[in-house]
């Protein structure tokens, strides 16, 4: 349980840092079609394969990785990294482009709710009534910290922006469960998934999204500034993020490290008030307590968190 804490804090941290690289030039203001908030996700992406790559050189295990490309797990990863990344990254850079952090964290929260139905589907894994419901206290908790600075929100396309977050629900829900399913080969194990994950993502978004958009032009142009820089930092929590969630989902499984996962909302509210200064309402605390509590309750198994026995 530990490393789906670690991973929604860590994703706190990294929404809230690249949050203040998209508030900088020249990223700031856009381009048209959010170009730059794609050539934003692009870039977060590829930092976050810089990191882990040297993560795997370190550990002499690039090897790993090059065996399993080749397996039927690997392909799944490939298909849950196309979704988790381009499609869904994207949606969630391009929500908050156009309507803000808060709307953005409302709606996009509930991918851990459409991935426990893929979950149960396609995995049989299943959530006890109390976690369920556990669950969805904490998804409000998240509507209701949204809703309370949804006046922040910027002045963007609400389609876009909606469109966007429904991405990013359906991307993200779906690619945790698909690289479960991958994971469940012994030939492949969390980090070596997660390493295809983001290689493929970053390539895609290299290869297909930017020259689709005609965003390379602006991406290459973005790179020598410090807006990218600090890009790079948010990467690099991203990845470590992604290294906690993965080991989360291969051992607690993709519906419960879902729902630990989803507690960024809350430490990213804690995170802007150390790095920003933001002071948040008692509203917030109270909603960030309840998404915390829920989050937690809804991945721990309730026979022992109350020391009860099993039947």
């Keep these: 349980m530990r490393f789906g804490v670690m991973s929604g804090v860590l994703w706190g941290l990294d929404t809230v840092v690249l949050g203040v690289a998209l508030a900088l030039a ?15 996700s692009f870039l977060h992406d590829a930092f976050c394969t810089g990191w882990l790559f040297l993560y795997m050189l370190a550990r002499g295990r690039l090897s790993d990785t090059m065996r399993a490309l080749r397996t039927r797990s690997g392909l799944v990863v490939i298909c849950g990294a196309l979704l988790g990344g381009p499609i869904g990254m994207t949606g969630y850079v391009l929500a908050i482009n156009n309507i803000g952090p808060a709307y953005t964290a409302v709606i996009s929260t509930f991918y851990p709710a459409f991935g426990a139905l893929l979950s149960f589907l396609l995995l049989g894994e299943r959530m006890r009534g109390g976690q369920l419901v556990a669950l969805f206290v904490a998804l409000l908790g998240v509507m209701a910290m949204g809703t309370a600075s949804a006046g922040d929100a910027p ?124 002071v948040p309402s008692t509203a917030t605390l109270v909603c960030c307590v309840v998404v915390l509590a829920g989050t937690t309750l809804a991945a721990t198994d309730w026979n022992e968190l109350f020391g009860r026995r099993r039947a």
């Design 26 to 40: 020249p990223y700031a203001g856009g381009g048209a079609l959010g170009v730059a908030a794609i050539a934003g």
């Design 155 to 278: 002045a963007g396309n609400a389609l876009v922006g909606l469109a966007g977050a429904m991405l990013a629900v359906v991307g993200w829900g779906s690619e945790a469960v698909l690289c479960a399913w991958g994971m469940r080969d012994d030939a492949l194990d969390n980090e070596t998934a997660l390493q295809i994950r983001e290689t493929a993502s970053a390539l895609t978004y290299a290869v297909v999204v930017l020259p689709l958009l005609g965003a390379w032009h602006f991406t290459a142009s973005a790179v020598p500034s410090v807006a990218t820089g600090v890009v790079a930092l948010s990467g690099l929590a991203g990845a470590t993020s992604y290294l906690f969630y993965y080991r989360a989902i291969s051992q607690v499984g993709a519906a419960r490290a879902m729902a630990l996962n989803v507690s960024y909302s809350a430490w990213a509210v804690a995170f802007s008030f150390l790095l920003q200064g933001s």
